[in-house]
């Protein structure tokens, strides 16, 4: 499935780390070795630094891979099963603002959801994506 560029927000303060995720997944002749952390970086509304993000709080991911392709994550957050929150996220080269996902849309206007953070990268020769980490999180109120 091709994936859309969304807009990220500029980096704020680092507060929290939380959650990891590995996978193995064939990336040719090799395994690919990979992980994702999920990083709080500020919380919004909240009056104390917890590990665990809430509605509005913006995170980031710290990824890893052996992979020697172009790393990307892209994020989805579900409500009652529907779909509220996709922002996809560029992981190789220069920082980028896409690297920061602002848990909020005009979808989403409030209250928890379950998230996954998939670690992708597409094969330039078929066209399709190659997933080589998820990481499930659940997103507070």
Same mark, same amino acid.
């Given at each position: %499935?091709?994936?859309?560029?969304?807009?990220?927000?500029?980096?704020?303060?680092?507060?929290?780390?939380?959650?990891?995720?590995?996978?193995?997944?064939?990336?040719?002749?090799?395994?690919?070795?990979?992980?994702?952390?999920? %990083?709080?970086?500020?919380?919004?509304?909240?009056?104390?630094?917890?590990?665990?993000?809430?509605?509005?709080?913006?995170?980031?991911?710290?990824?890893?891979?052996?992979?020697?392709?172009?790393?990307?994550?892209?994020?989805?957050?579900?409500?009652?099963?529907?779909?509220?929150?996709?922002?996809?996220?560029?992981?190789?080269?220069?920082?980028?603002?896409?690297?920061?996902?602002?848990?909020?849309?005009?979808?989403?206007?409030?209250?928890?959801?379950?998230?996954?953070?998939?670690?992708?990268? %597409?094969?330039?020769?078929?066209?399709?994506?190659?997933?080589?980490?998820?990481?499930?999180?659940?997103?507070?109120?």
């Amino acid at each position: %499935m091709l994936r859309r560029i969304a807009l990220g927000m500029s980096l704020l303060t680092v507060l929290a780390l939380a959650g990891t995720a590995f996978a193995g997944n064939s990336a040719g002749p090799k395994k690919a070795s990979s992980s994702i952390n999920l %990083m709080l970086m500020n919380q919004a509304g909240t009056t104390a630094a917890t590990t665990a993000p809430h509605w509005g709080d913006t995170v980031t991911f710290v990824v890893s891979t052996t992979a020697t392709t172009q790393p990307a994550v892209v994020a989805d957050c579900f409500q009652n099963g529907a779909l509220v929150y996709r922002h996809y996220g560029f992981f190789y080269g220069d920082w980028s603002p896409s690297r920061n996902f602002v848990l909020q849309s005009y979808g989403w206007t409030g209250g928890a959801a379950d998230c996954t953070a998939t670690l992708y990268y %597409m094969n330039p020769t078929k066209g399709t994506e190659v997933d080589l980490a998820t990481l499930p999180f659940h997103v507070d109120a």
